[in-house]
C-alpha cells in the first residue's frame, strides 16, 4: 500500500466516524442483514461493546500502519483469537466486504 492509499484510507475512516458515531452499530447490523449466519459468532457477546471494540481495534490499525508501526502479530493474534470463536476464512471476507459497504454509506 502507498503512503497516499494509506492516508485516504486513514482519512476516509475518520470522516466516517466523525460522520456516524454510530458506525460500529451500523456495521454489525448490515453484516447481520447480509450474512445472517454470522451471527452465531456472537450469540455470548455483549454486541453494545463490541460495536466499540471493533471501531477502536481498526482506528489502532490504523494509527500503527500510519505511523509506520508493525501490525503483523497484532493482527496475526486477532486472527487467531478470531478462529477460536469460530470465525471462518469466509466471514472475514464477509467482514471486509460489509466494511467497505458501510464507510462508501457513510462518505
Known amino acids: ?3 497516499q492509499q494509506l492516508s ?3 482519512e476516509s475512516f475518520e470522516n466516517a466516524r466523525s460522520v456516524a458515531p454510530d458506525l460500529g452499530t451500523r456495521f454489525y ?3 447481520a442483514s447480509d450474512y ?3 451471527t452465531r459468532v456472537f450469540d455470548s457477546v455483549n ?3 463490541q460495536h466499540t471494540r ?6 489502532i490499525i490504523l494509527l500503527r500502519m500510519k505511523e509506520g508501526r508493525p501490525t503483523t502479530d497484532l493482527l496475526k ?6 478462529i477460536r470463536f469460530g470465525v471462518s476464512d469466509k466471514n472475514f471476507q464477509e467482514f471486509g466486504a460489509t466494511l ?5 454509506d457513510v462518505q
Open 1 to 3: 500500500m502507498t503512503p
Open 8 to 10: 485516504a484510507i486513514c
Open 29 to 31: 447490523r448490515r453484516l
Open 36 to 38: 445472517p449466519d454470522i
Open 47 to 49: 454486541m453494545e461493546a
Open 54 to 59: 471493533f471501531i477502536s481495534m481498526l482506528h
Open 77 to 82: 493474534d486477532l486472527g487467531t483469537r478470531h
Open 100 to 104: 467497505i459497504a458501510v464507510l462508501q
